[in-house]
Each structure stands twice: as structure tokens, then as C-alpha cells.
């Protein structure tokens, strides 16, 4: 009754984001997953993609709150597929992660509007959460 009215409530004020998360290597992407479970303040339903190509069929179909890419892959890096992701739909959050140490190119993205946020790997995972809590927080 008034207890189960309560629970309802609850449950229609935890919004929910469909998530892209595109890396090259599985380790990173079942990482993410664990990591990504720990958000609370949204519900979450994530799609990962280890193919650079297939996450761009994938971008081109469907409208996303938030995708994580990984910056070197094959076929594409991070910023290009970040940057169709971007003219799709730009209202998506687009947070790059790049295991290397020139931050030049990332800052350079954020100065274009192409990504959001960057993370260097590896990453601090109460980093990891709270940079994809504010960029969903930031959702217009």
C-alpha cells in the first residue's frame, strides 16, 4: 500500500542511460562493466562493442546517453568514432580513455566539443564513477 507507493516512486526517479562502451580488448571492456555496476545513481543498460566498425552501426541506429571509447583501436581511434557520435546525436556524453601520456590530442578534443572527458588508463576506478555520474548528471 503505502509502503509499495514508496517503492515505486523510488523506481521511477532512478533515470536510465543506454551506455556504448567501445574498446579493442575484452579485459578492458569486462572491467568496465564491473566498475560501471557500482553506479547507483542511474540505472544503466550498457552495450560494449569490440569492433570499431560494428560500434558505428551501432551509433548510426540507436541514440545513446553516454559512450566510452577507447582512443587506439583498428580500422578507427576514439576521437573519430567520439566525433560521428557527436554529429549523430549531440546532446550524447563522449568520454575518451587512452593509455598514453600525451594528453595533447585529448585536450584538443575537449577545446572541439568532440569529447566531454578523458581518463588516462590506467584509471582510478571512484574516478571512473564519478566522471560518468557527472556526464550523466550534465545530460540537457
Known sequence: TNNNSKKELNKMAI?????????????????LSLILS??????????????????????????YSLIISDYKMSNINGIELLETAMQKTPITRRILITG?????????????????SF????????????VVTNQLNNIP
Not at 552495450?47 to 570499431?52: A, E, M, V
Not at 598514453?100 to 566531454?116: F, L, P, R, V
Not at 581518463?119 to 564519478?130: A, G, R, S
Request: no cysteine; aromatic share 6%.
Open 15 to 31: 533515470k536510465t542511460h543506454i551506455f556504448l562502451r567501445v574498446d579493442d580488448e575484452k579485459e578492458v571492456l569486462d572491467s
Open 38 to 63: 557500482r553506479v547507483t545513481a542511474f540505472k544503466l543498460k550498457i552495450t560494449s562493442q569490440i569492433d570499431s566498425t560494428k560500434a558505428l552501426e551501432l551509433i548510426n541506429k540507436n541514440n
Open 100 to 116: 598514453y601520456t600525451d594528453t595533447d590530442i585529448s585536450k584538443d578534443a575537449i577545446k572541439k566539443e568532440i569529447i566531454h
Open 119 to 130: 581518463l588516462e588508463k590506467p584509471w582510478e576506478n571512484d574516478i571512473l564513477i564519478e
